[in-house]
């Protein structure tokens, strides 16, 4: 009876251990399953620009309503001018107000940016600007200037100026440096409180230095882009190029390889129907002996004639551009893309009139003064001895306005 205990306990012990174990052990699922195989191109991604807002700049002011006392109508008289890129040119800044026959009774001057650097009178310009109580958007130079300002006065006691200036232009930040030394703090905070983009909504108008990207609410615009962009390029369409090259490298190396084995083959042939005729040659008694009813069968094996591939010729119809492919652009401080003005032009076009919003820029000296029907580029590269412009806007009778432009000339400044 003990045994037959002891056998049972020691059973159970074992049946109870082994059931613990196999719960506790991971079981290979055997099952299998045909999952979709998706591959999404990256021309396909989801892509958005401006959607959402950016983290804010630190003590700067995106947009700025001009004030309605500076706004021209055919009732007040009053006169708008936008000047473009002065770069510290005070003598044409002054030869151009004579230009105009300025009146500050009835005149009111906007800058639209990069007043500052490359010039030889910065701080005397800002000066007289503050005099003329001017308003005036912030461009990539005066940016450039107050954070090495504010970098400037970050550093201790005399460490600001132990700074070598080698220091500095290894950094790329001796002229912005060299000026920022040359301000006064009245002027430096006449700079630090200017927005990025000036709105006159009366006018259905936007004044910036570089730009604004077409789609994106005025409130949602890039600081950066506002005051660095100059073209916009179209990420899903370069990828879907880049695809539609890779494809076609793919498929003219599939049509090589299949051409050369074409190629190959007939070679083969060629070679297989001289031998054969060689042979035929020969005295019939020196030929071997051939089965005949084998005859028909050795014939289709030396004799085959190899026959053009179709889907070599073949090319895809899908190797081209999607029309979605352009309704992402994101802009860029470089020339690599398409003119943003150009797009915003365009898609003005597509807006209701109401809608439709005009803007005064600068920034781009290359292309000089460009004007289309809702952009008006004042940059004429007046540092580089070319010309000075500015944009004299009235009011009309209808409640709208007409710009006229003026221009002078200039020598060249430190640039």
């Known amino acids: 009876m003990v045994v037959a205990y002891s056998d049972f306990f020691v059973f159970s012990v074992f049946y109870c251990c082994s059931r613990l174990v196999s719960l506790s052990m991971p079981h290979d699922d055997k ?27 630190d003590g700067i002011d995106l947009v700025r309503n001009l004030p309605s006392e500076y706004i021209p109508t055919k009732a007040n008289g009053r006169r708008l001018v936008v000047i473009g890129d002065i770069h510290g040119m005070l003598d044409p800044f002054e030869k151009l107000l004579k230009r105009i026959t300025f009146d500050p009774k009835r005149d009111h001057i906007v800058a639209v940016g990069d007043m500052v650097n490359k010039g030889p009178k910065t701080p005397e310009l800002i000066n007289r600007l503050m005099e003329l109580k001017a308003s005036a958007v912030r461009g990539n130079h005066e940016d450039r200037v107050i954070l090495a300002w504010a970098a400037l006065n970050a550093q201790q006691g005399v460490q600001a100026y132990l700074d070598s200036e080698a220091e500095a232009k290894r950094r790329g930040e001796d002229e912005d440096l060299k000026t920022a030394r040359s301000l006064n703090e009245a002027q430096m905070n006449w700079l630090r409180n200017l927005p990025v983009i000036l709105s006159a909504e009366p006018m259905s108008l936007f004044i910036v230095h570089a730009g604004l990207v077409p789609g994106v609410p005025v409130h949602q615009q890039d600081p950066w882009a506002v005051m660095n962009m100059r073209t916009l390029r179209f990420p899903r369409a370069e990828f879907r ?18 051409l050369e084995k074409q190629q190959e083959e007939e070679k083969k042939q060629k070679e297989l129907e001289k031998q054969l005729a060689q ?32 889907a070599a ?6 190797l081209e551009l999607l029309s979605s492919d352009r309704d992402v652009w994101i802009p860029v401080n470089d020339r690599g893309g398409e003119q943003w003005s150009d797009l915003w032009n365009a898609e003005q076009r597509k807006l209701p009139a109401i809608e439709r919003r005009s803007i005064i820029y600068g920034h781009d000296a290359k292309l000089g003064y460009k004007e289309d029907t809702y952009t008006f580029g004042l940059d004429s590269g007046c540092v580089k001895g070319n ?12 409640g709208g306005w007409k710009p006229l432009t003026f221009q002078v000339s200039c020598k060249k400044g430190w640039f």
């Open 241 to 258: 190029i880049k695809e539609i090259e890779k494809k076609r490298k793919q498929e003219e190396k599939k049509k090589k390889q299949e």
């Open 279 to 310: 042979e035929m040659k020969k005295p019939e008694e020196k030929l071997p002996k051939r089965d005949e009813s084998s005859s028909e069968e050795e014939a289709a094996v030396l004799v085959p004639r190899a026959q053009p591939n179709p």
């Open 313 to 318: 010729s073949a090319s895809d119809p899908t």
């Open 31 to 57: 099952t299998k399953y045909d999952l979709p195989q998706v591959e999404i191109s990256r021309a396909d991604n989801p892509m958005s620009y401006g959607m959402y807002n950016r983290p804010a700049y």
């Open 387 to 398: 010309a000075l412009t500015a944009l004299v806007i009235q009011g009309t009778e209808d």
